[in-house]
């Protein structure tokens, strides 16, 4: 599958995130912990706020190991605001159309896992996407199809009910195709603002995915830990896995769970897949 962080907080350097803790996300592209796969060496992407609404994006198909204008782009740009994603194809072409995260005006969306037997449903699916957004779709990718289903559905006005309908759709869509459990997912999205990150699957085992700790809590847990101390205490960071093995400092978030974090504040609430037609 693949691995991604969420990361919103005070200004950091992107290499901060990618490449210096423990487990970084660079790391995990070779040597994942926790992942389906331990190597995610099919592309890589970063998604980042700085001066305008809409985010920059940088995706390649090289391996983020291998990436020297990777590590020169992250030891000098810094954001507020990250996103950023290792991949493991589930079958798609490498190809950088096909690299997370998937971008459309100021949102962001990037996916781990996949919607089983993509090529049974892909029509379906597909043919319930808004026609004015579908021209805009760049690769062929589940996740990518993901996305406009979850924007055909409102992710702009309501990101939950919109995510929980084009869920619901692929779970209908997939079962209707005789698709036993139709999506794997985490998946996060924001608009620049807020991030929302979920954790389903339709057979209740879903991949691994933690949010970070109160950082006051842990600076003064570990006084002499240098990199807590240059973070502002709304910093949040959402992940497939932990980036280090400081203790306290990850919580793993419950299955069929959204968390909504803006600013500071952490909501957690259930997650529960909604047929299309009754959410309407």
């Avoid at 907080?9 to 796969?37: I, T, W």
């Avoid at 190991?65 to 493991?88: K, P, T, Y």
């Avoid at 579908?134 to 062929?140: D, K, M, Q, R, T």
């Amino acid at each position: 599958m693949c691995r991604w962080l969420a990361y919103s907080g005070s200004p950091v350097c992107l290499e901060d995130l990618l490449y210096k803790p423990q487990n970084s996300l660079v790391v995990q592209s070779k040597h994942s912990r926790m992942g389906a796969e331990t190597t995610n060496g099919d592309g890589f992407g970063v998604g980042w706020y700085g001066r305008h609404t809409v985010p920059g994006i940088f995706r390649s198909t090289e391996p983020a190991w291998n990436d020297r204008n990777l590590r020169e782009l992250s030891s000098q740009a810094l954001s507020g605001r990250v996103f950023a994603h290792i991949r493991a194809s589930t079958g798609s072409p490498v190809q950088q159309s096909n690299c997370h995260p998937f971008r459309r005006g100021e949102w962001l969306w990037m996916h781990n896992g996949l919607i089983r037997d993509f090529h049974l449903v892909k029509r379906d699916l597909v043919l319930e996407i808004d026609p004015e957004l579908y021209p805009e779709i760049e690769g062929s990718t589940d996740s990518e199809v993901f996305f406009y289903l979850a924007l055909s559905y409102g992710l702009a006005a309501d990101p939950p009910a919109a995510v929980a309908r084009a869920v619901g759709h692929i779970e209908e869509t997939g079962r209707r195709h005789g698709v036993e459990h139709p999506i794997q997912m985490t998946v996060a999205t924001t608009d620049g603002v807020t991030t929302w990150a979920f954790r389903y699957s339709s057979e209740g085992q879903s991949r691994s995915l933690f949010h970070s700790t109160d950082i006051s809590t842990l600076r003064e847990q570990y006084p002499d830990y240098p990199l807590l101390h240059g973070l502002s205490d709304d910093t949040r960071l959402v992940v497939s896995e932990p980036l280090g093995d400081l203790h306290g400092a990850w919580r793993e978030v419950p299955e069929s769970t959204c968390l909504t974090v803006r600013g500071g504040q952490m909501d957690i609430a259930d997650f529960t897949p909604k047929a299309p037609r009754a959410a309407a």
